[in-house]
């Protein structure tokens, strides 16, 4: 019965791809791509130096504001499972990041929980990132499944995450140089407890470069 009312739910979908034209998802003006571009040349994408308390981070980098279309974006590839929208951000994300003159001997995402990674299907940020994720294995597991950290105070997150990584074993930390990848810097929470584990493990200069920022944190 399941597989009728799939194949079914596929048959009503595919008609109606075929006779309504495809509309952006932003603006809902006709485009060949889930985002016009229009919309993606709205995001103002800018290499800036990110204002983190840090005791860990010699800097940490993001390439634009959290508002707007980058934060409807954002959500649709985390919660509505649109994983090619993160691919059409890449190339722009490439673009920008390419300007990083570090001296930097690992590049690894902030990884998600496997519990989320069944759930969503992919690691969103390893997908944005991906043509700057040269190394095949992740740096850090995530042992704990964090709840979403957004509303919560700089207090509770940081106890909700503490200890919610590991090194992965078979990757090398010691005396490198790292830079780690995520999608959004709220606090740096996330950021900073990733990197008090790969500091402990040895590593040697840390810097951090994110998709978007929330304002109170940029210089
Ligand atoms: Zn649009």
């Not at 509309?23 to 016009?36: E, G, R, Y």
């Not at 504001?65 to 980058?70: A, R």
């Not at 294995?137 to 207090?155: D, G, S």
Request: proline fraction near 4%; include cysteine; aromatic fraction near 8%.
């Amino acid at each position: 019965m399941n597989g009728y009312k799939k194949s079914f739910k596929f048959l009503i979908k595919s008609i109606l791809d075929f006779i309504l034209p495809n509309k952006c998802l932003l603006c809902s003006n006709f485009s060949d791509n889930l985002v016009c571009e229009n919309c993606l040349h709205a995001v103002d994408f800018k290499l800036e130096l990110v204002d983190l308390e840090s005791p860990y981070f010699e800097a940490v980098y993001s390439l634009t504001e959290y508002k707007n279309h980058i934060k409807t974006i954002l959500k649709h590839i985390k919660f509505n499972g649109y994983k090619s929208l993160s691919e059409v951000l890449s190339a722009k994300i490439m673009a920008v990041s390419n300007l990083l003159s570090l001296d930097i001997n690992v590049v690894t995402a902030i990884p998600i929980h496997k519990s989320r990674l069944k759930k969503r299907g992919f690691n969103q940020v390893e997908v944005l990132f991906a043509p700057l994720l040269t190394n095949t294995k992740p740096c850090l597991k995530r042992t704990k499944n964090t709840p979403p950290l957004f509303n919560l105070a700089k207090e509770q997150r940081e106890k909700i995450l503490c200890e919610a990584f590991e090194v992965n074993p078979e990757t090398e930390i010691k005396d490198k140089n790292i830079l780690l990848l995520d999608d959004i810097c709220t606090s740096g929470s996330t950021l900073n407890e990733a990197a008090r584990i790969l500091k402990n493990h040895g590593a040697n200069k840390l810097y951090a470069l994110t998709l978007c920022y929330v304002k109170s944190h940029a210089k």
